[in-house]
């Protein structure tokens, strides 16, 4: 029987390795579709043996923790135990442990999943380390595009084919944040590239800052499609707001700036 487990008011105690999996769920998924209803928490449900309706509830218990809802004076459920909240402390320091260990408990409880991204390595050490980044991947795009409601965070676009779950510290130069959807912004492909490059950042005051490289083209659709959007402010996530410090090593490192 799993150990470390937290009393619950809805039925019997949840153990340790179910509040991972939970609050990875919690965390790639928009607060307002952790319902009994929801695809997702069904399926963790059936992974765990327990109700949807159980699953929905300790989703909320986490959002009474989650302080971007807070700020929005969004209120999860009461009731959460010291154990969620000592889940959502811990991994929130250490994302990219959330999402290699939720993954390795799915499979220790023995049920397949369809996505590779979750089959079980059994060759070289190259084999694991494509297996995690895929892991990783997968975790990122999802926690990053629920947190900004699938729009492109300049545009507004919402077109989730076009979106991309753009690093502001790019995957190569920070491991440890590379699963950190506060280290994420959602932006549509055009943008994605333009951020990538150096041709745009992301200031302080989350506004959206262009490099002279862009203002100095003679192409108009630059000067009609892009250009018009600097100085505005981006659309603010629901939850995972951009870390400051990151942003500025974005602006320090990648930026191109202005002459």
């Not at 499979?107 to 390595?121: G, H, T």
């Amino acid at each position: 029987m799993p150990q470390n487990r937290t009393a619950s008011r809805y039925g019997t105690p949840w153990s340790r390795e179910e509040l991972i999996l939970a609050f990875e769920l919690y965390c790639r998924i928009p607060f307002q579709r952790t319902k009994a209803n929801n695809p997702e928490v069904q399926e963790l449900a059936d992974l765990i043996d327990r109700t949807p309706a159980s699953v929905a509830r300790k989703l909320g218990n986490f959002g009474a923790s989650d302080p971007g809802l807070r700020e929005q004076r969004i209120a999860g459920l009461t009731h959460a135990s010291k154990m969620d909240r000592a889940i959502w402390s811990e991994f929130s320091q250490d994302w990219n442990g959330l999402v290699w260990e939720a993954s390795r408990l799915r499979l220790s409880m023995k049920k397949e999943k369809r996505s590779e991204a979750f089959v079980q390595p059994s060759g070289p050490s190259e084999v694991l380390r494509t297996v995690k980044q895929r892991v990783h991947q997968a975790f990122f795009r999802s926690a990053v595009l629920s947190s900004y409601d699938q729009t492109c965070c300049v545009t507004g676009l919402r077109i989730p084919q076009c979106l991309v779950a753009s690093h502001i510290v790019p995957w190569s130069e920070d491991e440890k944040h590379r699963a950190d959807p506060t280290n994420g912004l959602c932006f549509s492909a055009t943008f994605d590239r333009l951020f990538d490059a150096g041709l745009m950042t992301i200031s302080d005051e989350l506004t959206v800052a262009m490099a002279s490289d862009l203002a100095e083209t003679s192409d108009n659709n630059t000067k009609e499609l892009i250009w018009p959007y600097g100085g505005k402010g981006i659309i603010l996530p629901r939850r995972f707001m951009p870390s400051l410090e990151r942003l500025r090593w974005h602006q320090k490192n990648i930026f191109r700036g202005v002459k």
